[in-house]
């Protein structure tokens, strides 16, 4: 958990930074503010019918002006009626809108941020910044900024009446207001604390279950049943002890609340009841003081409860807002998003084809993350149709290569050339819309296994998609599937297994045709058999295609036109199969290991 | 969702509810009492009210019941408390202070009761689904099972703690407010309780029409909220494929279904919320009409007029509110009956007269043929093989040709039916061996890991508690993960898992081989368990391994030919069928499927061999 949430502070810096996303609907909220200021100041007028009624008619024992009396009423309740209809639908819209707003904003600022923030962020954490943090501050803007608005204006109504009618009086009462503000200031504190703590112990019994759950074939195998159960119960029992302790408190709370009520209320009776037998008061007043003091606690109340609740929320903007200032540390230049367009404006017009020649000119590079360099002045030629794998330990750093390629990251030093010209010169969805990517592990979206496979190519017809699958032999993974194309695949891909999984990914990227081909370690999880299959298939694939293979099993890399061998993060041997087993380096050495040829004995 | 038989632990919801609530009964009970003496003190207020407005300041006599007309003359008789009105006004306070105090033990009372239940749903639930059988997993999905363990835990958590409770809290306010004012001017409260059942139907009105609104609109969200996930999770590839656009079109369509549909509500809301302040508003004018009239006609003294505008106040949110309560529990309905669903699920059981046998003997598969359950098609086919105790055996398969399942059926992670064939060890069907002994004498490696959040030091140890330090770095050091694990800041105590670090595959895989090692069973399973570590790793872990298990009955399973060669004897399946056995020379000689992995697996190294030899 982050520092920041530790300490309760009181502080509201973060609402300044959320105005340019109600700007849109200023005139709505300005209008909702009039709108509920005035209704709660109608609410506070109510009991001033009562005064009327008791003074008037009661003690006059006269019904004249009972029709205007009534009337006034009526009148005042229904456009009362109208005014929160009208204020609570603008405040709902105002809410959904700003809602809908930041999601949009923040998910289409996600889709140009580079890997580096993605390689920094949990899913669940970016997941929450998109769905709740914006939902928190929906309810800001609307409904808690409202309370504002209903309870001051409520309280500033009796305020207003109290003074009008009986002022003495009311500065008696009015000195009780600040007391029971610091009381209150003091157990929201408190209970905002428990609160935490509770969200915390919450999150980690459903972690619980998700364990339990997920793991339940290991917890099985281990026959670790038991201390599971036992662990699981000292959270339970930590929440019980905890909620028990935060009931308490609120109880407290609320109690001396309402005891506070019962104490204005003598105190009306008190000095009223004087009053009112010196003839000083009439009756009718003093039931409108009545009125008040039992009313007037709880609008403080609310205001306090929503400052917490405000408090709470300065965390969540923070983020949000973090999350919005965050910059992609590749970005296309403004001139390149001129002439090429940006992520989601493209200008095909002007986009020239890819030809295939890659050229990494003395790139040095280093994760923006990390402090060590992974490559430092490399140099590396592949022209057009060439085919380039790149072996090593797990770990070692296959991925780098192939992750500036694809402008997932830029080189800290010198520059990629992409038939000749800097990759920077054209902007990045150009690239993308070239490169076919399969990874090691692979990602289907839910949806039919038809709509994932155009995922790369939205317009491939049936036929098309039924010849890529055949090409990289995944015909058999259709056969298993009920409804053919048309099956569903699950959420990422949960109803299939991870070598069918790759095996539809493998024909994704096919589909889309693409100049340079990517695989990343593709078929770690399919058997050797299926394996060699696609062996055959990508070497018809990459026929015409500049290819980049990262592998652990060597022997499906044997033919390509150039190995780079990666140790520790860097390239340390390069060239031909036949050429590196020649040099009898650490190629040779990994090769052997991985063959037999240690096992004598078996011979 | 299963069909209720006969045989179900819990056969109504009222059943489980009960069961639930066996402990926190009491304070509910309780609570309900305080409840009761809350609302009473609260109507004796504007009782005292009223007597002051009429007698202490009017000058009304004082019209009280026998018992307190007594205590008034010892007090000094009505004129004393005339020339010290204090004393009143204490006595208001002092009774406020009674429903204060009533009011936090009300509070005290329900929320432990609250607590217990929740602690108790929790307790009971994850107790029981860490003993369902294997295959229960498999038929149910996972985020429904933990929706139903979190949500309707809280569902029905408030249902009995906050819905149950309002409803009885407000049907014990309405009984003695309607007395109380029946006790002073059955007009008046006739003007005020006639509204009651109105405002009631209302809103129960409209909440059974929204309700299912509120439903799809949760749906929306759901749906949202995946599309997000997906994105985020498949970020790589909607950027590899350059598909921005579709994703941002995708979610802002969506974002305007839910938007829209949330804004439709809040409209709907909003009428229903304005319309309600109408039926009350009239009410109160109701109230204080009648009121007015019949003082005018002095059917009424000004403090019973002020005393019933109060119990009308009091009763107005509680009634408002009753409509939405009485709707939201009859969710509570849904909930017990998804929670039944789980706790009506039979447990593992061991056969009756289960024994606990030596681990050490032959494992002998005879005749074994299996199943899924609804899988049209067998995982398994007739197979059977002896593991002759302390020997290595290798299992060769490719993708879905039934090696996991025979581990599987050997933990008895699930049933085989005894005409499908029978498991021994030691000649002793496993069908009859208590399940605890038998998990307990197997080691097994799965090909997925799954690691606990919790520390790397904890998840080695996690099955063998009493496992030293030096134990543990044993293991870790066999694994070949003890230098990762070094490398770590915190070292052993770094965290995985969700709410740790993120472990590689193969760093999982190395983790799980220590906390299996760590067990020292008889009998230890490497299920693909190298799969995602490379070569040299793979070859050091091995050659560790071979010292570490020591007499263990070792059964390899890898479609990679040098981690299987060395086995003392190798099974090829293919499509559930044992079709080939033997050492790996047998093997190679007899020309089939194992001598194809063989040559696919070793032909680069021929063909570099070759040109070694040219150059």
């Not at chain 1, 407290?252 to 209320?265: C, K």
């Not at chain 1, 990508?538 to 150039?562: K, P, Q, Y």
């Not at chain 2, 498999?138 to 979190?150: A, F, L, M, P, V």
């Not at chain 2, 020379?585 to 040559?599: M, V």
Request: include cysteine.
């Amino acid at each position: 958990m982050p520092k920041a949430e530790e300490n309760v502070k009181l502080r509201f810096f973060g609402i300044p930074k959320l105005l340019p996303y109600v700007r849109p609907y200023r005139r709505m909220i300005l209008l909702m503010i009039a709108l509920g200021g005035l209704s709660s100041a109608i609410d506070a007028l109510y009991p001033l019918f009562n005064r009327y009624a008791l003074d008037h008619f009661v003690g006059g024992r006269t019904l004249t002006g009972l029709i205007p009396f009534v009337a006034g009423y009526v009148a005042l309740v229904l456009g009362q009626t109208v005014i929160n209809y009208k204020s609570t639908y603008d405040c709902g819209k105002v809410e959904m809108y700003v809602n809908r707003d930041l999601r949009n904003l923040s998910f289409d600022h996600l889709q140009t941020l580079s890997f580096s923030y993605y390689n920094q962020n949990s899913v669940g954490y970016i997941h929450a910044r998109v769905m709740s943090d914006t939902g928190l501050i929906g309810d800001l803007v609307s409904w808690r900024m409202m309370n504002f608005i209903w309870n001051g204006s409520y309280l500033l109504g009796i305020l207003v009446v109290m003074l009008l009618i009986d002022a003495g009086l009311a500065m008696r009462i009015l000195l009780l207001v600040p007391v029971a503000a610091v009381l209150m200031t003091w157990f929201q504190k408190k209970l905002l604390g428990f609160n935490r703590r509770i969200r915390e112990i919450n999150s980690r019994i459903t972690g619980d279950y998700n364990e339990g759950i997920t793991g339940s074939r290991t917890i099985k195998v281990l026959g670790v049943e038991k201390k599971m159960i036992r662990d699981f119960k000292d959270d339970t029992g930590e929440m019980y002890h905890t909620s028990i302790r935060e009931a308490h408190f609120s109880a407290l709370f609320i109690s001396l609340v309402t005891m506070m009520s019962s104490l204005v209320l003598s105190l009306v009776l008190w000095r009223g009841g004087l009053l009112t037998r010196e003839g000083l008061m009439r009756i009718g007043t003093l039931s409108v003081f009545m009125s008040y003091a039992l009313e007037m606690l709880e609008p403080v109340q609310n205001i306090i409860e929503t400052l917490s609740a405000v408090f709470a929320i300065q965390v969540n903007i923070e983020r949000f807002t973090k999350l919005l200032a965050v910059e992609s540390d590749v970005a296309d230049t403004p001139e390149v998003i001129e002439r090429y367009g940006d992520s989601f404006h493209p200008r095909k017009e002007n986009w020239e084809e890819l030809y295939g020649d890659i050229e990494f000119r003395d790139v040095s590079f280093r994760y923006p993350d990390g402090d060590e360099f992974v490559l430092r002045h490399f140099d590396l030629t592949v022209p057009k149709g060439r085919n380039v794998a790149i072996v090593g330990e797990t770990g070692a750093g296959k991925s780098t290569l192939v992750n500036l390629l694809c402008r997932f990251y830029e080189p800290t030093e010198g520059k990629l050339l992409i038939d000749g010209r800097d990759a920077r010169e054209r902007s990045q969805l150009w690239l993308h819309s070239h490169i076919g990517y399969v990874l090691q592990t692979p990602h289907l979206f839910s949806g039919t296994v038809r709509d994932n496979l155009r995922y790369g190519k939205p317009d491939a017809t049936d036929e098309e998609i039924l010849q890529a699958l055949r090409l990289v032999s995944a015909e058999q993974v259709l056969n298993r599937m009920e409804d053919g194309l048309d099956s569903e695949v699950g959420e990422g891909g949960e109803l299939l297994s991870t070598g069918e999984k790759q095996l539809l990914s493998f024909a994704r990227a096919i589909l889309a045709d693409p100049r340079i081909l990517v695989l990343d370690e593709a078929t770690s999880s399919i058997d050797t058999v299926t394996e060699k299959a696609i062996q055959n298939a990508i070497s018809t694939v990459i026929e015409g295609r500049t290819s980049f293979i990262i592998a652990h099993r060597l022997s499906t890399i044997v033919n390509a036109d150039l190995i780079l061998v990666v140790r520790d993060g860097k390239i340390i041997e390069r060239g031909k199969h036949a050429e590196l087993m020649r040099q009898k380096g650490y190629y040779r050495q990994l090769y052997e290991q991985q063959l037999i040829i240690e096992n004598e004995e078996a011979f | 969702m299963s069909n209720p038989s006969n045989n179900d632990r819990f056969k109504t919801n009222r059943q489980l509810l009960l069961y639930f609530l066996h402990g926190a009964l009491p304070f509910f009970g309780l609570s309900a009492c305080f409840a009761a003496l809350v609302s009473l003190f609260d109507m004796v207020s504007p009782k005292i009210i009223s007597f002051m407005v009429d007698s202490v300041i009017g000058e009304e006599a004082p019209a009280l019941p026998g018992p307190l007309t007594a205590l008034l003359a010892r007090a000094g008789g009505i004129e004393a408390l005339r020339q010290q009105p204090l004393r009143v006004a204490i006595l208001v306070a002092a009774v406020g202070a009674l429903a204060a105090l009533c009011r936090y033990f009300f509070r005290a009372c329900n929320a432990r009761g609250a607590e217990k239940l929740t602690r108790r749903m929790r307790d009971e639930l994850f107790g029981h689904i860490l003993y369902l059988p294997y295959a229960w997993f498999g038929e149910n999905s996972i985020g429904d099972i933990i929706q139903r363990c979190t949500s309707d835990v809280e569902t029905i958590k408030r249902f009995v703690a906050q819905q149950l409770t309002m409803l009885v809290r407000t049907i014990i306010l309405i009984v003695l407010a309607v007395g109380f004012m029946a006790g002073i001017n059955t007009k008046v409260m006739l003007a005020s309780t006639l509204f009651i059942p109105v405002i009631i139907g209302y809103s129960l009105f409209f909440h059974v029409r929204v309700g299912a609104a509120f439903e799809k609109a949760d749906i929306e969200e759901g749906k949202l909220s995946t599309i997000a996930q997906e994105n985020l999770t498949g970020v790589r590839v909607v950027r590899a494929f350059g598909r921005e656009i579709y994703e941002r079109e995708r979610f802002a369509k969506q974002n305007d279904v839910y938007t829209g549909f949330w804004v439709h509500l809040i409209r709907l809301l909003s009428f229903f919320w304005a319309s309600g302040d109408v039926l009350t508003g009239m009410q109160n004018l109701a109230v204080l009409l009648t009121g007015a009239v019949l003082c005018v006609r002095n059917e009424l003294t000004p403090g019973n007029y002020i005393a019933l505008v109060s119990y009308n106040l009091m009763l107005t949110w509680p009634v408002r509110m009753l409509g939405r309560v009485i709707t939201e529990m009859s969710k509570a309905g849904i909930s017990l009956e998804r929670l039944r669903y789980i706790m009506n699920a039979e447990e593992e059981k061991d056969r009756e007269g289960a024994e606990e046998p030596p681990m050490t003997g032959d494992i002998c598969f005879s005749h074994v043929s299996f199943a899924y359950k609804g899988s049209p098609s067998p995982v398994l086919t007739d197979v059977s093989f002896t593991i002759p105790a302390g020997k290595t055996v290798g299992i060769l398969g490719g993708t879905g040709s039934g090696k996991s399942t025979l581990m599987y059926l050997l933990e008895h992670l699930y049933d085989l039916p005894p005409e499908n064939g029978k498991i021994t060890v030691g000649g002793h069907d496993i069908a009859g061996i208590r399940l605890s002994h038998l998990r307990r004498n197997i080691g097994i490696v799965l090909q997925e890991p799954f690691l606990f959040s919790r520390t790397l030091k904890e998840n080695i140890g996690i099955a063998r508690e009493d496992g030293s330090m030096e134990e543990i770095r044993r293991a870790a050091v066999i694994a070949s993960i003890d230098e990762t694990i070094a490398s770590f800041s915190d070292g052993y105590e770094t965290s995985v898992g969700e709410r740790g670090m993120t472990l590689s595959g193969g760093q999982k895989q190395r983790t799980a081989i220590a906390q299996m090692l760590i067990r020292q069973t008889p009998i230890m399973i490497f299920d693909d368990s190298l799969s995602a570590v490379d070569a040299e790793t793979d070859l050091r872990i091995r050659q560790a391994l071979k010292s570490a298990t020591g007499d263990a009955t070792v059964i390899l399973i890898s479609h990679r030919i040098t981690t299987l060669m060395q086995a003392d004897q190798i099974l090829v399946l293919e499509n559930g069928r044992l079709i080939e056995q033997g050492t790996h020379r047998e093997l190679l000689a007899k020309n089939g499927l194992y001598r194809k992995n063989y040559d696919l697996q070793t032909a680069g190294l021929e063909e570099g061999g070759g040109d070694d030899a040219e150059g």
